[in-house]
Structures are given as C-alpha cells and as structure tokens.
C-alpha cells in the first residue's frame, strides 16, 4: 500500500463546475497535508496546506481534512480551463520532508 | 525574486557516465532539499541540506549518489555511474529556516535519461 494514494485520472469537469480531488494516506503520524499543482513540464506550486480537520478555504479552493478517515480532499469551484493540471497530494513526514501520492490529471474542458 | 533554479533542464547520458545537476535555492533560504520522480511514480524525498549540512539524507538511493552544497549557497548532486533506474526527473526545492510551516518552493526539475 502506498502511503499516500489518489486516483491518477484524468478527471474530466466542464468549465464552470466543481472539480474534486482526493487523497488518503495510511501514516497517522502526519499532521500536515499539501495540495501541489504541477503543468507539465514546470515546478509543482502550492496551492493549499491543511493542518487540522476541517474546511480551509482560499478563493476558489477549498482543501478538507478529516484525520479519523485518513482522508484530504481539494475542491475548486467555477474551474477554468487554465486549471487543467496534475494535482499533487503530499502528507508531511517530518520538517518538510513529503510524501507525495501519484497525482490526479484535471482537464477542465471550455 | 528569482525562484528555485535547476542545471540543466535536460541530460541525456549513458549507463556508467557521470552526471552532475545543479540547484542555486532562492537567496536566504537555508533549507535545500531533492526529491525525485521516476517514470509513472511518485515524486520522493532524496535528502535535506540546512545550509550545508545534511540533516536528513535518507532518501538517498545507495553510494552512487553524492549531494553537496557548497558554503550554503548552491548544491550539487552527483550520480557516478549512472544505471538506467536513475532515469527521472529530479526536482529540488528550498524553504527559509525556522520551525515555522515555511513554504516549500520547488524548482521546475532535471529530466535525467540514463541510456
């Protein structure tokens, strides 16, 4: 079992919906989760960290933790197309030190 | 303000060559870090500089890998001699220092063709 796992897609969302994103991870330890967006061929960017269970919302993203489940999930409402990317998950193991699962691929078609 | 920059974009090389990348962090950051991605795999943790000591080199594959960073500034990684499993994209990444949830900022990569 990989520590953290998401789904590699693609997720297909038309432009203007609501695209969600989800991970689970197996090590209780962490504490804290990331959510990476990478275009291709570019840097993975941080978009959303979460430390404690709940909802953290930052515009249009909203990143949700629930540690009982073992589970973070990334929502972005009114998707674009310029959102269509591969979307990181990453659990904490350590001062910085991530875990990262395979990534999903959104397309967000126009 | 410069981001992670990473030497060179591209190498292509062959099995049992050496091959040396290049990470300058952003300025003032003491946190250096690698990770690495190989094909259809997750990107993972190689090791973690703070200025220029190790701190956690964990990651690190076996003995043909040697990370340095000089004086704290800019790190290299050394592969010697490469094996075709080397192949993949090697990411580094810096964070200013503290204890504080700093953000990670990753350089776009080295892509890494052992043939």
């Known amino acids: 079992q990989k520590e953290v796992e998401q789904n590699s897609g693609p997720l297909s969302v038309p432009e203007g919906a609501i695209a969600s994103l989800n991970c689970t991870y197996s090590d209780r330890v962490s504490q804290s989760f990331f959510w990476y967006r990478q275009y291709s061929g570019k840097s993975p960017e941080l978009i959303m960290s979460i430390y404690s269970n709940g909802d953290k919302e930052d515009g249009r993203f909203t990143a949700q933790l629930n540690k009982a489940s073992q589970y973070v999930s990334l929502l972005i409402r009114d998707s674009q197309p310029s959102d269509s990317a591969t979307y990181l998950c990453a659990a904490e193991r350590g001062f910085q030190k991530l875990v990262f699962g395979t990534g999903t691929r959104l397309l967000v078609s126009p | ?115």
């Not at chain 2, 303000?1 to 990470?23: D, M, N, Y």
């Not at chain 2, 960073?69 to 001699?81: A, D, E, F, N």
């Open chain 2, 1 to 115: 303000e410069a981001g992670v920059t990473q030497f060179p974009s591209h190498s292509v090389i062959e099995k049992g060559q050496t091959v040396t990348l290049r990470c300058d962090p952003i300025s003032g950051h003491d946190n250096l870090y690698w990770y690495r991605r190989v094909m259809g795999k997750e990107i993972k943790f190689l090791l973690h500089f703070v200025k220029e000591s190790k701190q956690d080199e964990s990651g690190m594959p076996n003995n043909r890998f040697l990370a340095e960073r000089t004086g704290g500034t800019y790190s290299t990684l050394k592969v010697q001699p490469a094996e075709l499993e080397d192949s993949g994209v090697y990411f580094c990444a810096s964070s200013q220092g503290g204890q504080g949830k700093e953000k990670l900022f990753f350089g776009s990569g080295t892509q890494l063709s052992v043939l």
